[in-house]
């Protein structure tokens, strides 16, 4: 098997799965309940978070456990916007999230705030001074991922952390799920206020992961109840689940100075190949994150050619899993100015740091046989 479809998902690390199985077998208490038990459970939830701090350089009361991406970012949009309306109603993201934050702002739209999309250019990219005219202020949040999950384009985070700052009362939100272990971010001094990390694409397990509050940050919560996760997310902890995501987080903090560079260097020898085939089209910048390449293949369907490639076991896919369901058409290639030739057959492969240059030429020679036999069979 060649699994080329790690944005979409990761394979658990062993070593992932094995801290979930022994934390499940021996501290299956209720973190919250008062005997012996319930305080060792409570005590390991209590080091899962500090060192979830320590990796990621915040506070140990910044981190708030939940169940992955989608969570993170809803908890994040909409519990600023339900906390601070009162201050204003505006609220700003861009033309190309993930449907968790795209959608939420639709939500939130519907209950009457007012939303800008910040558009992006033909790299998937939006400008800091576009972004910085849209500010009012009635502004109170802006919500803006780190690399986008289709394209692999990487935002300038770092320099809208600098304007955000200038707005005290304004929120930032970063959704930095494809980002972790491939683009790195520091969030200490970033101006950064909310980071959603999602642990099943750096090879956690499925329905766990955490939100960066920062200090200061007050949210409306999405889940009320007995007051767990500083009140942010009430419902028993998933504690197994989150010393799991404790587990992978270190795994790939620890491996990305290598991984990250193995990954350009495979990114490369996509990109060299694309670049000579004139049935292909590269929609990935050259500047983008090093897990992602993205290509049109116009006049081809994408899912024939997954099919097709799926027969030999070799799994890539059309575009985010989430939305590649419902439509043909990426609007995230619409959005970057592709015409329905380009947007709608587009294909993403996407690497892991285990991913190896002999998959990586397998895959490709049957990309173009298949090109090649199903330009035939169209002809
Ligand atoms: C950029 C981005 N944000 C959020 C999510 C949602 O994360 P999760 O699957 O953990 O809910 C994804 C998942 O594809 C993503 O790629």
Redesign the pocket.
């Known amino acids: 098997m060649i699994y080329l479809d790690n944005?979409?998902t990761t394979k658990p690390n062993p070593a992932v799965l094995e801290s979930f199985q022994q934390a499940s077998e021996r501290f299956f208490a209720n973190p919250s309940s008062i005997h012996q038990l319930g305080g060792e459970a409570e005590k390991l939830l209590s080091k899962a978070r500090e060192q979830a701090a320590q990796l990621l350089h915040v506070q140990r009361d910044e981190i708030v456990f939940t169940s992955?991406?989608?969570?993170g970012?809803n908890m994040a949009i909409k519990g600023t916007a339900l906390e601070h309306q009162g201050r204003g109603k505006h609220i700003i993201t861009t033309a190309i999230e993930?449907s968790?934050v795209d959608e939420a702002f639709k939500g939130l739209e519907q209950l009457g705030f007012d939303v800008t999309y910040v558009p992006v250019d033909e790299n998937g990219v939006i400008s800091v001074s576009e972004l910085s005219d849209a500010i009012r202020d009635d502004t109170i949040l802006i919500s803006i991922?780190h690399v986008n999950?289709e394209l692999g384009s990487v935002q300038p985070i770092r320099e809208i952390g600098q304007i955000a700052k200038q707005y005290p009362k304004l929120f930032f939100h970063v959704?930095h799920?494809?980002g972790l272990g491939k683009v790195p971010l520091e969030l200490a001094g970033s101006g950064i206020d909310l980071c959603?990390i999602?642990g099943?694409?750096i090879h956690g397990l499925k329905g766990t992961?955490l939100l960066c509050v920062k200090q200061g940050t007050t949210l409306f919560p999405l889940f009320h109840g007995g007051n767990q996760e500083q009140a942010l997310r009430s419902g028993t902890e998933n504690l197994a689940g989150s010393v799991s995501l404790v587990k992978a987080l270190r795994l790939t903090l620890e491996r990305q100075s290598k991984g990250i560079p193995h990954m350009f260097q495979l990114q490369q020898v996509l990109r060299h190949k694309f670049s000579g085939m004139d049935t292909v089209k590269i929609n990935t910048p050259d500047d983008a994150a090093p897990h992602i390449m993205n290509i049109s293949v116009p006049g081809l369907k994408p899912e024939v050619m997954i099919h097709t490639l799926g027969e030999q076991k070799i799994y890539i896919s059309t575009k985010?899993?989430?939305s590649s369901k419902q439509s043909d058409e990426s609007k995230i290639l619409t959005e970057c100015g592709h015409g329905t030739d380009r947007s709608t057959s587009a294909l993403r492969i996407s690497l892991a740091y285990d991913t190896t240059e002999e998959e990586i030429r397998t895959f490709l020679d049957a990309l173009e046989q298949a090109i090649h036999q199903l330009k035939a069979v169209m002809e």
């Open positions: 944005s979409a992955g991406g989608t969570e970012n993930h968790s991922m999950n959704d799920v494809q959603t999602s099943h694409k992961g985010s899993a989430c």
